[in-house]
């Protein structure tokens, strides 16, 4: 093959090959006290669950930047009255669909369900109004279903298995007494035990094949997750179980 012929071959492929090796990701820059109180670990997963891009943090440039007192206004510290503003830094579809989402009624909403200690941290600003608690928009019947094939084999999920499920498990009531019992349930597959046996559909990597799942592991697609949080949305908050551990 001529020299020629080489190199036009390899630039055809310097061409395609990243794309075809691009993962659908954006980069974010956040200021530090954000990443402290655990807002990223709550909100991205769930802009994945709806668009399949992941959101990497990232200490230096990224393709969006949020800081405070600066770009477009987006949510309020609730105590402290700083303003948290993001600025698109590097244009990209996937860049431009997250800034989309953080100013979105379902962003905002997203970002002032977020909790710790049962208190809301953040006002959203970017609709210019106090936005409600978002609630697991799922069905709670089909979630009761799913949570007793899926989950039933170690946790007590209600009356219909409140013999079975392994002792040492938490049960759902008692999970849903703890006060940000909706952020564990919106996140449980990144939660011990579950992510050496747990995959979400488009949101949690494969698993290892050098390390496979020692148990039988569990499927489900990211509305399912929804559903089964509304089912435990439905439980009542009476105290079932013995203390869990807490991450
Ligand atoms: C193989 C057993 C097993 C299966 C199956 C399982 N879990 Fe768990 N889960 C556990 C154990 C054990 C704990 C307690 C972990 C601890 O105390 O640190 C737990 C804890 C949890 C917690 C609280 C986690 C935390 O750290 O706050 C949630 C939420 C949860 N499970 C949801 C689910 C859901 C939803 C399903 C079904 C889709 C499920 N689990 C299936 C074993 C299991």
Redesign the pocket.
Known sequence: MAIRQVLAICAVLATVLPVAAQEKSVTLFADPALQANGLWDYALPRFKLKTGIRVQLSGESADVRIIANAGEPLFEHISGGVVYGVTLEQDGPYATRFMDWLTSDIGQRTIAAFRVDDQPVFRAVAVGEMVEEAKLLGNAGIGEA??LR??G???VVGESNKYAG?G???S?AA?RN?PD?RR??SV?WT????PS??QVEGVTEPFNPASPPA?YP?F?TPDE?AD?GSYVETLETKDLGGP????
């Open positions: 799913l949570a899926k989950c084999r170690c946790h392994i040492s498990t938490p759902f999970l703890l019992w564990r349930f449980f939660l011990a035990p579950h046996f747990t148990i569990i489900l997750a089964i869990i551990r807490t991450n």
